[in-house]
């Protein structure tokens, strides 16, 4: 079914890089994840649209395309933090077009720091709109920015269905095999919830458990 070029006045980037990545992602991840990531893209223009900012719209889909594809069994790691293993598989496809290495670096910041408050405001626009729109669609975190018109278009175009529940067991089934990433990151709550036998790290205690004598 062909997608809408336009919702909420934003423009879906339709050129072949952004054809072929979005076409990758729909076919590696569940319509929980990647309609939440084209809701993402939307928001998050939406967001930049807002405060005035200047960014390129294919550069951004393309962070928030593959914001989540670390949670995928296709590519998540054994080690990394999903962010990384994300990051890394949209550079790996950059690469591959020959995409600039500036413009690379700077998808893969936004990936890799989207769960990450307070420092993507100050990177480059992408990467702060892929994590003005993760946190507007996961968490309503600037929800009175957007008009409601404009989050029901989006929401017409990509619905939440059982977002709330599914999208915190999609981070947990994509971390559990590796709860040691969750540490200094929002999703030790997620394994704190549905991991049986999880126990947080504490910062704390691993300075008091370090072998220097004091």
């Not at 070029?5 to 729909?26: C, M, N, Q, W």
């Not at 947990?172 to 704190?192: Q, S």
Request: aromatic letters at 8%; charged letters at 25%; a negative charge.
């Amino acid at each position: 079914m062909a997608r809408p070029k336009e919702i909420a006045g934003v423009s879906i980037p339709d050129g072949a890089l952004a054809v072929e990545a979005a076409e990758l992602v729909r076919d590696t991840e569940s319509d929980l994840l990647f309609d939440h990531s084209l809701r993402v893209y939307l928001f998050g223009s939406l967001q930049g649209r807002r405060l005035g900012l200047t960014f390129d719209p294919e550069l951004l889909y393309i962070g928030a395309l593959f914001h989540d594809m670390g949670l995928t069994e296709k590519y998540r790691s054994p080690k990394e933090r999903f962010e990384v293993d994300g990051a890394n598989a949209a550079r790996e496809f950059l690469r591959r077009h020959q995409v600039p290495e500036a413009s690379i670096d700077v998808v893969w910041d936004a990936i890799a720091l989207h769960t990450t408050p307070g420092i993507p405001k100050w990177k480059p626009p992408v990467v702060a709109l892929v994590a003005a729109g993760v946190e507007l669609d996961v968490i309503g975190l600037g929800y009175d920015d957007v008009s409601a018109q404009d989050r029901d278009a989006v929401l017409a175009a990509f619905p939440r269905v059982d977002f709330k529940r599914s999208i915190v067991r999609a981070f947990a089934d994509g971390i559990a095999h590796k709860p040691e990433t969750a540490f200094g990151n929002i999703k030790a709550d997620v394994l704190e919830r549905l991991l049986l036998g999880y126990v947080r790290p504490n910062f704390c205690a691993m300075i008091d458990a370090s072998p220097f004598p004091d």
